[in-house]
């Protein structure tokens, strides 16, 4: 299958501090199916990210969703990530075993009065708006059986990007109060996250450019949770290309995006760099992983700590 490489907003170069050993980074996939070309090029944009920086590289397994997750993706996603060469620093961490410190967190904003019971369907929302307008945020439903949204006081409504610059969110997508725990009991994606960015002290986050726009949220609640509990620094954001099919849609698991194949990592490792607009020599392609990183980390930071 031909692919593109979709970037909207991209600047010719990064502007970013200087190399820093306080640098941590992480790349965190859910284990809904295997790594595809999209997120081999996250992953890889985050590890040479890092390695650049002389930091640390994370892996964190964000498998919080138990009826999207296939049996066995979450080894497989580690084997892949192996046999490309992309190695981690610390131990995997695994979102759900993070319960307790979910809860903690869920606790602090409730205790600050940041959290209230919405029972709005998704069909409700929509007949509404186009983003949800609060509904429920003083109608003191009960917590049991509904799912939990946060009190978006602050909203962000302006990201700075390393790639993309000084990045404006439509303001009434910033201003929403989205979820933090799901009707079904789950937790939702932005408590995560944003809690484990936090626990781990994550310093830079680079990851594909779908998630430009929810960075927003992320970052309104690490400022809130940070304003309550103190914490960590709100970190770097970087959000690369998105890799796409011949119809102009991401390549994506619910888009059957074929899998990475260990077989492959050599071909896959070449083509990821040359997306990332490394441009690496000719006689690179076909050369193994180990010999292709140790070219392609000097080669990212001369092109984007610059």
Request: contains cysteine.
């Amino acid at each position: 299958m031909t692919v593109k490489v979709l970037l909207k907003s991209a600047k010719n170069k990064c502007a970013v501090p200087k190399p820093t050993l306080s640098y941590r980074g992480r790349f965190a996939p859910s284990p809904s199916g295997p790594l595809h070309a999209g997120s081999l090029l996250a992953a890889l944009g985050s590890y040479l990210d890092a390695h650049a920086h002389r930091g640390t590289w994370l892996v964190r397994i964000e498998d919080i969703d138990p009826p999207r997750e296939v049996a066995g993706a979450s080894d497989l996603i580690l084997s892949q990530l192996e046999a490309h060469g992309l190695l981690w620093d610390e131990s995997v961490r695994r979102q759900s075993q993070q319960d307790r410190l979910y809860h903690r967190n869920l606790e602090r904003l409730q205790q600050h009065g940041l959290v209230y019971a919405c029972n709005c369907s998704r069909k409700d929302i929509k007949a509404r708006a186009p983003f949800y307008t609060g509904h429920c945020r003083y109608r003191n439903l009960p917590w049991q059986g509904n799912a939990l949204r946060f009190v978006n006081q602050h909203p962000v409504t302006s990201l700075l990007d390393r790639l993309h610059g000084q990045v404006t969110i439509e303001p009434d997508f910033a201003a929403e109060d989205f979820t933090l725990r799901r009707r079904d009991g789950l937790w939702a994606y932005q408590l995560a996250v944003v809690s484990d960015d936090r626990d781990q002290e994550i310093t830079h986050i680079v990851r594909g450019s779908d998630l430009l726009t929810p960075s927003s949220w992320q970052m309104a609640l690490w400022q809130s949770l940070t304003t309550i509990a103190g914490g960590p620094p709100a970190p770097k954001l970087v959000h690369l290309p998105l890799v796409v099919g011949d119809d102009g849609r991401k390549l994506s698991k619910q888009n059957h995006a074929p899998p990475l194949l260990a077989a492959d990592a050599v071909d896959n490792l070449s083509l990821a760099l040359t997306r990332l607009n490394l441009a690496p020599p000719a006689d690179l392609y076909g050369a193994p992983v180990a010999e292709q990183l140790s070219w392609a980390i000097p080669a990212w930071r001369a092109r984007n700590l610059q």
